[in-house]
């Protein structure tokens, strides 16, 4: 049987899937890799390795699909949003890959706001889709110009991991995806080119970028060396594809106007679409292209299941248990949300602000930090953990609230990631939404999302409804009433203290330590 082998280059790891055009997923793999902290405020791949872990699991899939007797007719590209690379005439990676979470550019990023009582970026965000903010490739490169603005104009291409993976592969030219050229901040949504006002302002020309085709454009075969390094079939085809929460979206089966996606890992997304672009008035949503005529709505928060993770470290862990097929830090984390689930709704009232790596949505303030308000003694462990999963799941609450202003009508939730094997965080995030949540039945949401957009793309799926109407899910889990009305209580509350305490925030910095010292590798 074909099979289309979805690629998701991420952040921390590159993940192939192989799918046929009924959803089966026929092979997976992954290959890790760390991100670089050179210096505080840093978050870098090496650009060099994410090209090689792309060929490493391109190998791998393509081995397992052998064995089963399938056969490879594509690989369809699927990436992480927001990096910045700076590359040769030739395409080759002339430096590391400048992540999502590098915070480098918060100076430009309030900057940029405070230009014309914040008229420049409000502009600019409707134009683009692209909130501003320092994970943004706009302000990355704000920042490497007002350094060394000859070094920026001067190197021949700047692109991002799609650029970067794409030109690897196969022999296409230039070339990146409207989803990707989207979520850049430098592109005009509406207008379907580069914007030339955010250009300036980056310090870029057009021809240093790349040209923007369609996500279901084939882009043609892969390079000889590619084949033979990982004996994919020589006739196969790389389709552009899309970015990685877009996918995530397909690959859970919510493209209708009323069903979003959730995902819940590290980090954590709420994404809707419409079928055109549209960013609302107040400026909480970003706006990134699915294909030319779906358009993700939505907003990413930087705090997931890392903030269990931190509470399992810092608040006095209980003795480690190694989870069922996990290490000893999935046991930990296990173990503190069971005794977490013992607290009751509301953490006996406790808000916390769960901004330990910064925050985007709603807010897209650089600078915020994490917070507890309201403790007590008599709060325990169980408490400060409750309120930290209760803490992500308003956040996320907070984006379906913007959606909801800016008439992106949700009613149903579809969720992948690592967080909800937890029936904590299930039943947290359906109270807090409000909504019915049913959990994907495949945890591969963006891998699985490029492969059917390949199968799209080539003809096998007709279209992308039909395609999310092959996705398994659950029997959703409804939220709680009483619950819910706890929740919707507390979050102006959210809201409040966090306008309140971003002053106070910025303050801080002043106190904090700056280590010095040898690059670090964060797994």
């Given amino acids: 049987m074909d099979v289309v082998v979805g690629l998701d280059s991420g952040t921390t ?21 760390p991100m670089l902290v050179p210096a505080p405020g840093y978050a870098e791949l090496d650009a060099t390795r994410l090209r090689e872990a792309a060929v490493v699991a391109l190998r791998d899939v393509a081995r397992m699909v052998e064995q089963r007797g399938d056969r490879v007719v594509a690989v369809c590209l699927g990436a992480a949003m927001h990096g910045v690379v700076p590359m040769d005439a030739a395409g080759a990676p002339a430096g590391p890959l400048i992540t999502w979470a590098d915070g480098r550019a918060a100076a430009e990023a309030r900057e940029l706001k405070s230009r014309s009582n914040g008229a420049l970026a409000k502009r600019l965000h409707h134009r683009t889709g692209t909130p501003v903010h320092p994970m943004s490739p706009l302000l990355k490169l704000m920042y490497l110009t007002a350094r060394d603005r000859a070094a920026v104009r001067a190197t021949p291409r700047w692109g991002g991991v799609k650029e970067l993976i794409a030109g690897g592969l196969c022999g296409c030219g230039y070339l990146t995806d409207l989803s990707s050229a989207s979520s850049t901040g430098m592109y005009d949504i509406t207008g379907n080119r580069w914007d030339s006002e955010a250009l300036e302002l980056a310090g870029v020309r057009p021809d240093q970028l790349a040209e923007v085709v369609p996500t279901t454009a084939v882009l043609g075969r892969l390079r000889p060396e590619i084949v033979t390094a990982t004996r994919l079939p020589p006739e196969a085809v790389v389709v552009a594809g899309a970015t990685d929460g877009v996918l995530a979206n397909l690959g859970v089966g919510a493209v209708a106007p009323d069903v979003g996606a959730v995902s819940l890992g590290t980090s954590g997304a709420l994404r809707a679409v419409r079928h055109k672009p549209r960013v609302d008035d107040a400026g909480r949503l970003f706006c990134y292209a699915l294909t030319e005529d779906r358009w993700v709505l939505g907003g990413a928060v930087n705090n997931g299941g890392s903030a269990v993770r931190w509470a399992s470290g810092a608040l006095a862990p209980p003795a480690p248990r190694r989870a069922a097929g996990g290490d000893e830090a999935d046991g930990r984390d296990e173990r503190l949300t069971e005794e977490a689930a013992t607290a009751p709704v509301g953490s ?11 925050e985007r949505a709603p807010w897209w303030e650089p600078g915020l930090r994490g917070a507890y308000i309201g403790l007590r003694r008599d709060h325990t462990r169980a408490h400060l953990v409750r309120a930290v999963i209760e803490g992500v799941c308003q956040q996320l609450a907070l984006v379906r609230d913007a959606l909801t202003a800016s008439d992106v009508p949700v009613r149903e939730i579809r969720a992948t990631g690592g967080a909800v094997a937890s029936e904590l965080w299930v039943a947290t995030l359906a109270s807090a939404l409000n909504l019915p949540v049913r959990i994907a039945e495949s945890p591969e949401g963006t891998a699985l999302g490029a492969c059917l957009l390949g199968h ?38 959210v809201e409040r203290s966090t306008l309140l305490l971003t002053e106070v925030f910025h303050e801080l910095d002043a106190f904090a330590q700056t280590p010095t010292g040898a690059t670090t590798e964060v797994p």
């Fill in 13 to 33: 790891a590159t993940k192939a899937v192989a799918s046929r055009a009924t959803g089966e997923i026929r092979a997976g793999t992954s290959v890790a890799y």
């Fill in 348 to 358: 006996g009232g406790l808000l916390c602000l769960p901004y330990l790596l910064g």
């Fill in 456 to 493: 799209h793309a080539l003809g096998a799926i007709g279209s992308l409804d039909d395609a999310a109407s092959i996705i398994g899910v659950r029997e959703p889990v409804e939220p709680d009433p009483s619950a819910a009305d706890t929740y919707l209580r507390m979050r102006p509350l």
